[in-house]
Structures are given as C-alpha cells and as structure tokens.
C-alpha cells in the first residue's frame, strides 16, 4: 500500500515458539481486534458474508456437476470450428459457439461437435458464468484477512482450545486467538501447501485476483515467502505481491 497497491487480501503469518506467547501479549492483544475491523468492514461496504458463501457454495457445486475447472487454467488452442474464447469484463475466460450461441468454462475439443447440448446443461453453463460474475461484483468492496500462526517447539495437542484456561497464560491466549478465528499450527510453516491452496481457491473461485503477503522477520524465511510468490504466481490468475517490513 505505501506504493499504490491497495490489496483485497491480505495472509498474515507469524512464526513463533509457543514458550515467547506471553512475551508478545501486545501484539496477541491486536490480532483478534483486526479480526473484528474486518467483519465490520465488510458488513458495511462488503456483499455480506452470507451472501458470498452462498455464491461460493453453488459455483463450486455448479463446477463439480459440469465437470470443469479453474476458468484461468484453460487455453485457447485446438478448439474446433465455430468455437472461439471470450472474457468476461473482469478478466474471466470463457468458450462460445458462433454458430449455436453456447458458452462454456471448459475448453471444446476437436471430438466435441459444436452442437446445442441439452437444456439442462445448458442452463447450468449459463447459471455458472451469471453466478461467477456476481461473486466478483458482490467482492469488490470486501476485505480478506487471514492469520496463521505457527508455533513452534509443540504438537497439535498444545493448541487447542482450553475455556477453563487462565486469560493471560499460554492455554488462555491461544483459546482467545482461536476464538477470534486466528488460524493457530503447530510445526514449522508449510509454505508450498499454504500458497498452493490460497492459489486454488482464487483461481477457482475469481480466475483472477490479487494477494498481498506481508512480511517482516529472518531473511531465511524472506527468501522461501519470495520464492513461493514468484513460483505460484500466474499472470492470468492469483498474482502473490510480497510487502517486507522493517521495525
């Protein structure tokens, strides 16, 4: 942002032994804080949270009966005659027939005649492309804040949540945080898995959008946040921007 980049998601990963929790109770005590500015966002300038989930649910279950994937992983060659690729006015790639008016995610292949398919077919392939573009629409005011954090030096049985646990020990904070909807992991991070799924669900669910990736910390862990970046990143659907801090 201090460059002109305004980004509408944003994955905060902080990497921590569980022991140094009570050392950083003043930045424990902002996180859920940030977790709630973003709800009130949202509701006022956002689509409403229900409101997306639902869109989400039926374009995944509109994908999954149509058998297509992410409309930013297909391509434009080979396809038969009469066939030609489009995009929609957010960036969005979809196949239409000159000649039978049919408009599809998936890519036409030269076996597949260009002919009508059934109407109820059909009218799922159009319900996909008119649900997809009103989850964009609907998006465009929302904002996205993911925190993980990955403790280590413990297992998955110390982070769960303790409701009996005192506020200010190491049980307390972490029930606090979880409750707040602040991702809690234990180990080392697992880079490639956490780009690898942020990258999915936006190229499945927008085809193209940007993902901002705040930093601050050991160089050695700059470099594999770099690397991830560059590695998931594609021009035709989530771009990762990486945003380096120094305290």
């Known amino acids: ?21 009570s050392t950083f109770k003043w930045l424990l005590a902002l996180l859920p804080q940030l977790k709630l500015e973003e709800k009130k966002h949202n509701e006022h300038y956002g689509g409403g949270e229900q409101q997306l ?45 000159s000649q039978t008016q049919e408009r599809t995610w998936a890519v ?40 993980t954090l990955y403790l280590t030096g413990c297992k998955d049985a110390d982070i769960q949540p ?30 490639d898995s956490e780009f690898t799924q942020i990258a999915e669900t936006y190229n499945t669910m927008y085809g193209k959008e940007e993902v901002g990736v705040v930093f601050c910390g050991a160089p050695l862990i700059a470099a594999a946040l770099k690397e991830q970046c560059e590695e998931k990143s594609d021009v035709n659907g989530t771009l990762f921007r990486l945003h380096k801090e120094n305290f």
Do not use: C
Request: net charge positive.
């Open 1 to 21: 942002w201090k460059k002109g980049f305004s980004p509408s998601h944003l994955h905060f990963f902080w990497v921590a032994r569980r022991s140094d929790l």
């Open 53 to 97: 989930q639902a869109m989400e649910s039926r374009v995944k279950v509109l994908r999954n009966e149509l058998g297509v994937g992410g409309p930013s992983s297909v391509g434009a060659s080979g396809l038969p005659p009469g066939w030609q690729s489009a995009k929609t006015e957010d960036g969005h790639t979809y196949y239409w027939n």
């Open 108 to 147: 036409p292949t030269a076996g597949r005649p260009g002919v009508l398919p059934g109407q109820d077919m059909r009218a799922k392939q159009d319900e996909l492309l008119q649900t997809q573009e009103s989850l964009v629409a609907a998006s465009i005011g929302n904002r996205s804040l993911t925190i």
């Open 162 to 191: 303790d409701p009996s646990a005192a506020p200010d020990s190491e049980a307390g904070l972490i029930t606090k945080l979880l409750e707040s909807k602040v991702i809690i992991k234990a180990g080392r991070p697992r880079w």
